[in-house]
């Protein structure tokens, strides 16, 4: 009997209830499509960086710096046959590419423009990160061939096209600056606006006697599964080798990124709590308005015999009602939405790109639908709606019989 | 053994010198089955009578024991249980539950009772809609009824079942004299067959008129009280 009057209540005055569902849906609703944005965003750039820049782990110099402004070439893994060892007997690691990472620049005769060099085995950067699958244009490189990839876009602001001559400077301070003229091979598209316009790729071994080096900087390695990378990690510290090491993940790597993501989720975070907020003293409010204008309807159930406790319980189910009205509507609209944008993307123009800042996205965003979030927004949706309607509940409750039924204009 | 029992009964609103005697120490019996009316004028104490025998208010002093139990002495929740076995209110602004149709209005006293199936509440509501004339109208909400077929409602809510005592403030306040006085021939007629209790307040002397005993109260006391044949 509750049950069946408080949802007579619910839709008893509709612009009240339109009123407090849409407080609840616009509550949840929002607060769905905000954590798809941060969790797809999250999700990108892992994905991103791990496809195309650090694989799951790099090894590294135990020194080596995470910071872009420092000089690699400083914190060398000097002797690193044993490492390739070590890798290549483990069933953990798919697949693994020994590289030297440098500060450079490329020259087309008039303009010079910085860049990451990579210096690498071509089949086995390939097996890692897949480059040949990323050339838009000419070929990958073959080992013990002469020849660099260039970053898409930077070709495009250097004017250079495949076959055409360009000069690879190097920074190192110590050596001095030092440049040689190589053709180019093929460009690389990768989606990472980082290496796409700020990057090229030469072999290995001419980069060691470019550089007069015969060691590497770093070695990216696939793990498959992030799950490896704590035992991996201690594993490379249990082993001895020459140089004394260091493994981070990509996530080390991606701190930046995340923290950027973590920064924005704690900013969405208060805004989502603010809405669920004002969501709710809305519902207190529009039920505190019910309660009044229901006073001599309540002071005439008290004197029909209801309890206290069943007028509260009356109260509470009607929140629950609009709870689950709003929450369900926001919940089923806000999964489509946000699972739409998971799989179309969302092609970022110049606004969303602004939005997104420096992250490495280029061409589409993708939103990310977490079921187990869906669910959490959903329950606290009906929880709000519940524990907005307590006060106006425990008010009614609290008016005397008398008072109440005095209430507009009775006797 | 009196159906209500009231014993230097006062009610004070209010403290010091603000405060306003309602009541001033009543001293009541009503037998059971008895059809009185407590007659007087505005501001004379009427409701708030009523509002203690049906304890929807407490007393500053004084008891009042309906079937026995002091009402005043119990807590909240037994108040609530007491109101829902034993007695039934009627309202001048009848005061029905507007999301509720006639039925279900009728309805509900018996539901809070959680003893009759629903077969037993149907039987009930058709036989206490019929004895009122509102069967036909059982599935319209209360706004869509006229005020004399409200009042009608919340007289057959209020008898439904066919509580110790029936508490009606002012029940034809609200109507024309054609529904006053139809109304008021079916509580006597219902209090006749069901052998129910009814203390009802006016201050209409054609409904005075019809009463078997007529308390006149006046600032707070009792002033007269006169029993007279059918
Ligand atoms: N809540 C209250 N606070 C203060 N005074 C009150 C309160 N309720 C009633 N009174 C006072 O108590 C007295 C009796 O009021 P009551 O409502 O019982 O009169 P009544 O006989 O029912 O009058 P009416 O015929 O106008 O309904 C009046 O003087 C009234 O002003
Ligand atoms: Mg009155």
Redesign the pocket.
Known sequence: MLIQMALKNVFRNVTRTRITVLAVFWGVFFSMLADGVNKGLEWQIGNLLIRTETSTIKIVNRNYPLDELENPLDYPVREYEPIVGFLAARSDVKAYSPRITFHGSLSNGSDEIRAIGLGIEPEKEDKVFDRSGAISQGKYLVSGEEGVLIGSDLAGLLGLRVGDMVTVISQAAEMGTNAYDLEIKGLIQTGNPVLDSGAFWIPLQFTQDFLSMTGITDIAVNLGNDSRILPFQSEVRKAKFPDKLKVFSWRDYAKDFIELVAFRKRIINILTTMILLIAGFGIMNTMLMAMMERKREIGNLMAMGVRRNEIVRLFLIEGMMIGVLGSTVAIILSCIVVYYFQLQGIPLGGAIQNALGSTPIAGKFYAYLDPVQALFYYILGIVIAVVSTVYPAWKSAKLQP?EAI?GIGG? | MAAVLIQDLTKE??TGLVA?K?LDNINLAVEKGEFTVLA??????????LNMIGSLDTPTSGQVLVHEIDIAKIDNRRQADFRRERLGFIFQSYNLIPVLTVFENVEFPLTLLKRFSKDERDEKVHRILAEVGLESLAHRRPGELSGGQQQRVAIARALVKEPAVVLAD?PTANLDSVNGEAILDLMKELNQRKKITFIF?S?DRMVIERARRVVR?KD?RIEGDEKRAG
């Open positions: 008398v005095r006797q | 609103y209010g306003v309602a007087g004028p505005s501001g004379s104490g009427k409701t708030t009578l002012e307040s201050h109260l707070g």
